[in-house]
């Protein structure tokens, strides 16, 4: 008989060689789920992870998916290392969309150079609301964050969705549930010729310097961690516990609504009911995955936006269905905590009762 025992020390190394493993245990889990489907493994990952950039376009798109998941997974990182745990990025990513968005459809006509700004301050402020209310609920009635970001996310579904139906949607869209075009004023200009990535990416570069400071040169970083982490040490220390989850949700949520302003103010260009294909979910992976490292998080992201291309490139090329990214981005998941687990603790071999 035996039981995890947690280790004293777990060891540093082995923590940052945990994401490498988990991306080589994924490998070696599709090919075998490529062999399952009857196609060639090799060429598989050819088209998964080499044709996507095999085009300075590739590059590009792999630039527009990596900022988003990026810079939410910035945000998400500085909760997660006070083990404050936001699962609703998605759903603050939506609430800073449909803010954004509703400054834009209510300044057609009027726009300027103040309106793209004020749509930047209107969804970070959105996205940083849509973090508050579980923070709230967490400091006021004690209400676990796991459980009310995850379920926000789905009200701000349906207010996207009742907003796109009813009162915001394009008399001239055919019906669609969508909002009219923003206009150039309102949106992004693109960094290159041809290509859909935008000026929206540089949210993301402030972002990593921001958290980046905040980890390597700031005591606040060491104050939240601990208020996250001792609440009881915190109290005797001077810091609080409660700050501590008021800044992590609303800090997170800033950069989900920032996201939601980077996706309606650049690739899609209006509010509809395709806002985000997941990121604010799979931010948490990119998270986990960096390490909770700003410069590490870059590298995760960058991976992230590699399988979402893949998975884009095989329906193509292979016929595969549209969920073989969810797939991929569950297996490396899976792979990566288990990883740490056993780094984080020890088996300990039990005798049995005589």
């Known amino acids: 008989m035996h039981l995890l025992e947690p280790r004293a020390e777990p060891s540093r190394t082995l923590q940052w060689a945990a994401p490498p493993l988990a991306i080589l245990l994924m490998l070696l889990a599709g090919s075998v789920l490529f062999l399952l489907l009857g196609r060639d493994p090799l060429e598989a990952f050819r088209v998964f992870f080499i044709q996507p950039l095999e085009s300075g376009y590739g590059w590009s798109e792999l630039l527009l998916k990596a900022g988003p998941l990026i810079l939410i997974a910035e945000g998400l990182a500085i909760g997660f290392r006070a083990r404050i745990y936001n699962i609703g990025a998605e759903g603050q990513l939506i609430f800073g969309a449909v803010c954004a968005g509703g400054v834009a459809i209510y300044a057609q006509g009027h726009e300027g150079s103040w309106t793209l700004p004020l749509m930047v301050l209107a969804g970070g402020l959105g996205g940083m609301f849509w973090g508050a209310i579980p923070a709230l609920l967490k400091t006021r009635f004690n209400a676990e964050e796991t459980l009310t970001t995850l379920m926000l996310t789905y009200v701000a579904n349906f207010l996207l969705s009742w907003l796109v139906h009813?009162?915001?949607?394009?008399?001239?869209?055919?019906?669609?549930?969508?909002?009219?075009?923003?206009?150039?004023?309102?949106?992004?200009?693109?960094?290159?010729?041809?290509?859909?990535?935008?000026?929206?990416?540089?949210?993301?570069?402030?972002?990593?310097?921001?958290?980046?400071?905040?980890?390597?040169?700031?005591?606040?970083?060491?104050?939240?961690?601990?208020?996250?982490?001792?609440?009881?040490?915190?109290?005797?220390?001077?810091?609080?516990?409660?700050?501590?989850?008021?800044?992590?949700?609303?800090?997170?949520?800033?950069?989900?609504?920032?996201?939601?302003?980077?996706?309606?103010?650049?690739?899609?260009?209006?509010?509809?009911?395709?806002?985000?294909?997941?990121?604010?979910?799979?931010?948490?992976?990119?998270?986990?995955?960096?390490?909770?490292?700003?410069?590490?998080?870059?590298?995760?992201?960058?991976?992230?936006?590699?399988?979402?291309?893949?998975?884009?490139?095989?329906?193509?090329?292979?016929?595969?269905?549209?969920?073989?990214t969810g797939l991929f981005q569950g297996m490396l998941l899976f792979f990566l905590l288990g990883a740490d687990a056993f780094i984080e603790n020890r088996f300990r071999f039990l005798r049995r009762a005589a």
């Not at 859909?196 to 570069?205: L, Y």
């Not at 960058?302 to 292979?318: K, R, T, W």
Request: with cysteine; proline share 6%.
């Open 166 to 324: 009813i009162p915001w949607r394009d008399p001239q869209g055919m019906n669609f549930p969508q909002s009219v075009m923003f206009s150039d004023a309102e949106l992004f200009t693109p960094l290159f010729e041809g290509s859909r990535v935008n000026t929206s990416i540089f949210m993301a570069v402030v972002a990593v310097l921001v958290f980046w400071l905040l980890v390597k040169r700031s005591f606040l970083a060491f104050r939240l961690e601990v208020g996250g982490q001792a609440p009881t040490a915190a109290r005797y220390a001077g810091f609080s516990a409660q700050a501590t989850v008021w800044v992590s949700l609303c800090v997170s949520g800033l950069t989900a609504g920032l996201a939601g302003v980077g996706e309606v103010a650049g690739p899609i260009g209006q509010l509809n009911l395709n806002l985000s294909p997941g990121y604010g979910y799979a931010a948490i992976i990119v998270a986990y995955l960096g390490r909770l490292h700003p410069l590490g998080i870059v590298l995760s992201g960058l991976l992230m936006a590699l399988l979402y291309l893949g998975g884009e490139a095989a329906q193509m090329s292979l016929q595969l269905p549209a969920a073989i």
